[in-house]
Each structure stands twice: as C-alpha cells, then as structure tokens.
C-alpha cells in the first residue's frame, strides 16, 4: 500500500469541486499550532498507535480536533499526515508502521477515521499510476493544500463545502469548462487529469459515472469520453480531433502522440468500441463520434441524446463554440469593441430601450465585409461566445432554390423562425447571414433571367425585413467594392477587415506555433503576406507533419510550407541559401 502525501505546490484541488471559505479571518498562533503537530508526531514515534500513547497527548489532540473540526484520532492522523508531507514524497504503508512501529493489522483499526478525512476532503484519495488491481493496498493519500496553506498563512480551518450536482449534465459540464480553462491556460492538462480524477471518483452515485469508473480507464481517457459525451448531447455528432486535444492536451508532442494512438486504434476508447474515427481527406480534419455502443449506453442510463439541440440544425450555441483569439488591426479591434460592449446584456437593454423611446429602430444590423480568410465569420463566433448568445446561421447558397419563387419564400421563411426563435431564449439570438454575396451584390438589371430577378426580390425581402429588423443581424460577406447601396444604410455598423500588418501576423504567427523563437514569427510575418486564413492552413499543415513524421517542425519547415502555399511562385522566400 503507497500513501503520497505530496506538497502543497503538487496538488491543485478541483475547483469547480471544493470551495474553501474562512469563516473568520483573524490570525491564529501559527507557532503555536505547528509546535503542538510536531510534539504529536514526536511522540508517536515507536508508540505502536498504543492507547497510552493517546492518553498522555490528549491535551493536544484536543487543540488539533478544536482547529481542524475533527475527532481527537482523526486530528492525530492529519499531524503525523503533515509532517511526514514535508519529510518524503512518497510514504508507503511499511514507512507508516515504521514510524508508528506497529503493524499494519493495527493500523487498520483506524481505517475508518481515514475514510472519514476523505469523505470530508481533508485528504484526497487517489490510485497510483500503472497500478490495475482495485483493492486497498493501492490506494494514495493526498492533503488538502487549502489546509496546509491556512496554517502556514496563521489562517483559521477553512471551511469545506462542496460543490453539488443536481443532474449528470452539470457534471459533464463541468468536466468541460476544465477544458476551456486549459485552453486559456489557467490550469495545466495535469491539472485537468487531478481534478477529472477527483470529480469522477466523488460521484460514483451517478450510474454513468459509476459505469466508467469501472471500465478502469486511464484519468485522460475518461476525460476525453466525458468530453465527447456532453459534446454529444449538446447536438454535435461529431468532434473534430485536432482542436479537441488543443483544448485538453498542453504540450504539442503529446498532442501528437494521443492523435496517432487514436488513429493506429492503439487507443483504449478505440479497443472498446465506445468511440469511432470519423474518416476525412486529411489527418488534421478527422474528426471523432460516440459509436452505437457508447449511445446504448447512454440510453440505459436516461441520458437524452440532443437534449438541448433545437428544433433547427442551424442553431450554435455559445457553449458549443470554443474560445479562440483573434488578432486584428488596431481599427478593426477598436470597432469590434464596441460591438462587443454593445452586445453585452446591460448595454443591449439600455440601449434598445433609449432607441424605442426615441422612437427609432432599436434592431442592430452588422456588416462584415473583406478578403477571404480575414477572420469574419469567427469574428461572429466569438461574440456570440463571449456574450453568450445562440447564433441562428443562414447560408445564402443554401437557400437558393432551382425552382422559381422558391427561394423568395424561404428568405421570407427565415426572419419568420428567427422572430419565433427568438422568443423562447434567454437572450436575444444573433442571425447571421454567412457569405451572403449572392444577395448583397449590386441588383441586376430588370428584364434580365429568372435567376436574376430572383436574386433581386430576395434583395429586396432582406431589405424590408431589415427595415423593421429588432434582433441583432450579421452579414458577412468577401464583396468590397460590389455592396449594393440599398444596404448600406441597413447596416449600422460597417466594418472591413483587411489583411493584418506585419505586428498583428507576428502575435497570430506566435499563437499558433508554439516552438518558434519571436525572430522567427517576425521574419515569417514580413516574408509572407497572408491573412489569418492563410496562416492557420500553414499551422494545419505543420500538425499534419508531426503526426507522421513523429518530430516537430522547425523554422525551414514552416517557410517550405508558405512557399507552397502562395499560387505565385514569385512570392517564395528562400533563408539561408541566396548571397547579397
């Protein structure tokens, strides 16, 4: 049996799990108290856990069971457990007799006074890695770092109050945002696994998470099913690989090394059929599903698949969408600020109001127009994210039906469900019109082809709807200078997104490769002229490099890949081989 009783700094309790709260906050006898622990470990040495020996320190325990709210034994153990924290990393069962000298058989008559240090998380339990037989024996012990912090800061006992959860789906959300807090790197992926681990071994009350537990799967890899999971009933069937493990794993080669034991099925998600590859054209775009055995399971548990899908396939929730940093010029970020605040609940009500007041119109129309590849309709995304509100997402192409008045009717269609929709949420939804240049172009003339005055009339809907528009509308749109005037009064915000300056590609180049030094983001950003488009296919192709070579990229690399990616060959930029 190995019990770890790791320091402080090694032990990251799980946050959206435990809630430590002081009580008072007025200073305790620091020296007091760590005089009275370390007389309690003094004396139990070579004691046998005697009852004299509790006896004659009975007058600490009482102060130790005063402090940290506990029976005299239990405060015994959480002395000797302090101590012996700061002595070793690691402390087996035999260096736990040793230091008691008794034998385990007594040892154990005190089981249960552990059991109850864990059941009230003064102590956290865990199991060693690469140990498989669940008995006893493999059990680890870990302190609380809240506690230890409070009597190194002469704090009193914190006070413990966990976290509930009504429904397996708060878990599984929870679960989740560890994943978002990953990605914007406020706590590591080992920080992830320690409080994954903890979650999951707390609520074994949940049949599902019962059900897992037993499976005996590695901490990760019940992760990345709990993930896909919620990613499931949420209403995405699939997940692509690539930006999941981004968000979850934090070093790029173990990135790498998970992808490709997923990919040659040496996964153990894979071997048990509780996940399948969704099969794509690159490595990068693969993308991962629960198979029919994961879904069956979920079924007999009660778990509802697409609870909170929509009636409409076209509706993003912000939960669904993953937190991403844009970088943009320094016009374009101040004007997105002010959507950003605009949008905001607090600022949206107060305006809206002051417009009806005025007897204005209170809807707020956005155009974003610009070269392809310059960040639009993320731009979208993470508005939407960030103040979190659910997208109702239009694809112009889509709607253009080969039957004439068709498509008229289903423009008129789409204001009509995006009014109804919009009723039912929380927050006013946004309806974005996605590469919508078909029908923000200038009109056709009259008398041309059917398609022509099609295209026309559906202008023309959009126009009238717009007019007396309430909502919140995006349109995006790669057009520059082919916007029909009609619209320019329509939109009230206006913004162009052109390509980002030399600065701005240095910070995207940086945020997306890792393993560069900052002269090379800067001799990338002034050799290549690419938008942010352009540079994240550079960045895909570099992933796709790791996964079947095995080894990262380096700075030729990535300039073979620039090269490669200009259609004029006149742009190449050779490093290292021309003289001046």
């Not at 309690?40 to 040495?45: C, G, S, W």
């Not at 385990?104 to 037989?133: A, G, S």
């Not at 413990?160 to 989740?176: M, R």
């Not at 209403?235 to 794993?249: F, P, R, V």
């Amino acid at each position: 049996m190995l019990i770890s009783f790791l320091p402080a700094t090694h032990f990251v309790a799980p946050r959206p799990y435990l809630c430590c709260k002081f009580k008072v906050m007025e200073e305790i006898n620091n020296k007091h108290l760590l005089k009275t622990i370390g007389n309690v470990f003094d004396k139990a040495h070579d004691r046998k856990l005697e009852d004299s020996l509790f006896e004659e320190i009975e007058p600490e325990l009482n102060e130790l069971s005063e402090y940290f709210k506990v029976s005299k034994i239990q405060g015994f153990f959480i002395a000797n457990l302090l101590v012996l924290n700061f002595k070793m990393e690691l402390i087996s069962i035999d260096d736990l007799c040793s230091h008691f000298d008794c034998n385990p058989m007594r040892f154990m008559e005190f089981n249960n006074d552990i059991e109850n240090l864990v059941r009230n998380e003064i102590v956290f339990k865990k199991k060693p890695k690469n140990i498989y037989r669940r008995v006893y024996s493999n059990d680890m012990l870990l302190m609380n770092k809240e506690i230890t912090n409070a009597i190194l800061n002469n704090l009193p006992m914190p006070y413990i109050e966990k976290q509930s959860f009504g429904d397996i789906a708060e878990l599984l959300e929870s679960l989740y945002n560890f994943s978002v807090e990953r990605n914007d790197e406020e706590i590591s992926t080992h920080d992830l696994i320690s409080q994954t681990r903890s979650i999951l071994e707390s609520n074994l009350h949940f049949p599902l998470i019962n059900k897992i537990h037993q499976m005996n799967l590695k901490t990760l890899d019940s992760f990345v099913f709990c993930f896909l999971i919620w990613k499931t009933i949420t209403g995405n069937e699939k997940t692509d690989i690539s930006e999941m493990l981004e968000y979850i794993i934090d070093r790029p080669s173990a990135r790498v090394n998970y992808m490709q034991k997923i990919i040659s099925s040496e996964n153990e998600l894979i071997k048990r059929k509780l996940i399948e590859i969704e099969e794509s054209r690159f490595i990068s775009d693969t993308a991962l599903k629960l198979t029919e055995l994961s879904l069956t399971m979920l079924n007999e548990e009660g778990i509802k698949l697409f609870a909170n899908k929509k009636k409409n396939n076209n509706i993003i929730e912000p939960v669904n969408i993953l937190s991403k940093a844009l970088y943009f010029n320094e016009e374009e970020n101040s004007q997105l600020d002010v959507l950003k605040r605009l949008l905001s609940d607090s600022e949206l009500n107060k305006i809206q109001q002051r417009l009806t007041e005025k007897k204005l119109p209170k809807g707020i129309a956005s155009l974003l127009y610009g070269l392809p590849g310059t960040g639009k309709t993320e731009t979208v995304y993470q508005l939407a994210k960030e103040t979190n509100r659910e997208i109702v997402k239009v694809d112009i192409s889509q709607s253009k039906s080969m039957w004439f008045g068709e498509s008229e009717k289903k423009i008129k269609q789409i204001f009509t469900d995006y009014k109804e929709y919009a009723k039912d949420c929380e927050r006013t939804p946004i309806l974005l019109f996605n590469e919508a240049d078909a029908v923000l172009s200038k009109r056709k003339d009259i008398g041309l082809t059917n398609t022509g005055q099609t295209e026309n009339t559906m202008q023309n809907i959009i126009l009238e709807e717009l007019e007396n528009f309430e909502g919140i509308f995006f349109a995006t749109t790669n057009l520059v200078n082919n916007l029909d005037s009609a619209f320019e009064r329509r939109f009230l915000f206006k913004i162009e997104f052109r390509k980002p300056v030399v600065s701005v590609k240095a910070r995207i180049w940086e945020s997306r490769l890792s393993n560069m030094i900052p002269d090379d983001y800067e001799l990338l950003a002034k050799s290549f002229d690419f938008s942010g488009g352009q540079i994240e296919n550079i960045v895909r192709k570099s992933e796709m490099h790791e996964v079947m070579n095995g080894v990262s990229v380096n700075i030729q690399d990535i300039i073979g890949f620039c090269n490669a990616e200009n259609l004029s060959k006149n742009n190449g930029v050779k490093i290292g081989f021309t003289k001046n």
